[in-house]
């Protein structure tokens, strides 16, 4: 069973700088891995994903101060985040999924999220 181990939430400053990561019990380059977040009272929303291949992608809302990357080496993909403000204040997830094809068609065969971590940004 694939496991996303999450790491590097706490508390910062407003305008303040933290990097999250997440390191997955399988190689990175076989999954395609994204960073989620849900702030109280908020349905869960997407902050930035980056494919097996690489290709990043952000919401609109997200670009600009948020930025995936990954590090084969290390097996780990990060999450760093600029200029903190208080509402970005959420639990942070790490979600990985991974796309077979199965009878010629192109299905999600795996599907996993991580704990969460708690950023929290005081004002």
């Known amino acids: 069973q694939v496991q996303l181990v999450e790491s590097g939430g706490g508390l910062v400053q407003a305008g303040g700088s933290l990097r999250l990561a997440c390191a997955p019990s399988v190689n990175i380059f076989t999954l395609n891995m994204a960073w989620y977040r849900q702030a109280p009272g908020k349905e869960r929303e997407l902050v930035s994903s980056i494919t097996s291949g690489g290709n990043t992608d952000y919401p609109d809302s997200m670009r600009g101060r948020f930025a995936i990357s990954r590090d084969g080496a290390k097996n780990t993909v990060y999450l760093q985040m600029n200029s903190l403000k208080p509402e970005d204040t959420a639990h942070y997830y790490c979600?990985?999924?991974?796309?077979?094809?199965?009878?010629?068609?192109?299905?999600?065969?795996?599907?996993?999220w991580g704990q969460g971590t708690l950023v929290t940004v005081a004002s």
């Open positions: 979600y990985a999924d991974r796309f077979t094809m199965i009878a010629g068609q192109r299905r999600r065969s795996l599907e996993v």
